[in-house]
């Protein structure tokens, strides 16, 4: 990658957090001169003032440092929802640090000692594949399920539309990844994508973090601060965990919505808005306005569109497939060179009941490759509870024969009766003829 590389030079920005002197400070030079823009820091808490000072792409972070750890500093990054990416320096053979910082949010880690050009490879080759799938939308969700088409389907409908949108969905489901793709594939796509977890923003500091403050507002206000909406003018936001956001900011966010404009905290002058509004949220919305936990105005304000976002568990033949997504992406980063689960490993994947999901099972795929000594990960690689989950005594397959036609048989049924029995319309909405959804009732015993 040289200077006149578009991707980096000019373009991305890198922060270097390590206490050690000598290895940030000519790390740094040489990313520079090869194109990236670097700031430095010696441990998390000035990192975080970094962050809060600059516009950051990417922390480089060692793990060892004091007043704050990179693994704190990743876990704040984290909860701040900042649209950072991470990347841990981690001694040779520390594998419990890169398994926690990799479970913490890590985009991958880098071996100390440090090699500058392995690292500089490290980083082009993650800058060319954001390259490559940030354009993805719809394709970036992985599987063929009939949950999986019929959500594809919705977001191709929906996305062109500036009505705001609600998405339902388990922790780890992908709601992130369903209101991305609702974002790329809209007329937005070339603005921002602001994800804001609402949950993770401290109540006394939330109206300065969503509209903003100018200098001197408060102490601590040094200088004018843009606020979430600002950030994601012309583009897409997202509030997620909206449910969690208190009462008395949920009645401001609703006359923001309502005027298109927000006065930002010590300033007296509104700022028009022109930013798509995505909420998302693991709990019933209809429920929390009846326990008068959600205002009922501003749920129906922003449920103009509902998504749900499919558990794991509703669809577990499209298991194998995000498997070899996941390995995939590993072997992309150099992280193995496994391609490949045995059969009774998978096995042990598919049967599963995945409480995390999607996020549960890439964690589970991230650290089973990073012990597994073999080119292909075995059983006896995965985490404890799921071998015993499994049982691994030769009924694996016995129990994923029953648990997929249980789901079959229920999928088929839920189906059927959501169509007022029309079996031509339930064939359709399965993705399935009409002959095999008559083979399939007949197979699982389902009456006609």
Sequence with gaps: MTKSDPKAANSTTLLIVDD???????????????????????????????????????????????????????????????????????????????????????????????????????????????????????????????????????????AGSESMAVIYGESGSGKELIARALHTESPRRDGPFVAVNCAAVPEQLLESEFFGHVRGAFTGAVRDKKGFFQLAQNGTLLLD???????????????ALESREVYPVGGGTPISLNARVIAATGRPLEEEVKKGAFRSDLYYRIAVIEVKAPSLRERPGDIPELVGHFLRILRGRGATNVSVFAKDALDALCSYSWPGNVRELRNVIERSVILSRNAQVELVDLPEHLISASGNDGSVDGNLRDARRTFEKDMILKTIASCDNDKKLAAKLLGIGLSSLYRKMEELGIEG
């Design 241 to 255: 965990e909206i449910a969690d956001l208190p009462l008395a900011m949920q009645a401001k966010l609703l006359r």
């Design 20 to 158: 050690e002197r000598d290895l940030r400070e000519p790390l740094a030079k040489y990313l520079s001169s090869v194109g990236y823009k670097t700031f430095t820091a010696s441990d998390g808490v000035e990192a975080l003032d970094a962050i809060a000072n600059n516009e950051i792409d990417i922390v480089l972070t060692d793990v060892r440092m004091p007043r704050m750890s990179g693994i704190d500093l990743l876990k704040n990054i984290r909860k701040r929802n900042l649209n950072i990416e991470v990347f841990v320096f981690t001694a040779y053979g520390t594998v419990e640090t890169a398994v926690d910082a990799i479970r913490s949010g890590a985009v991958d880690y880098l071996l100390k000692p440090v090699i500058f050009e392995d690292i500089r490879n490290k980083l082009e080759t993650h800058l060319k594949r954001d390259e490559e799938s940030g354009a993805e939308g719809v394709s970036a969700i992985i599987g063929d399920s009939p949950q999986i088409r019929s959500l594809k389907e919705l977001i191709l409908q929906v």
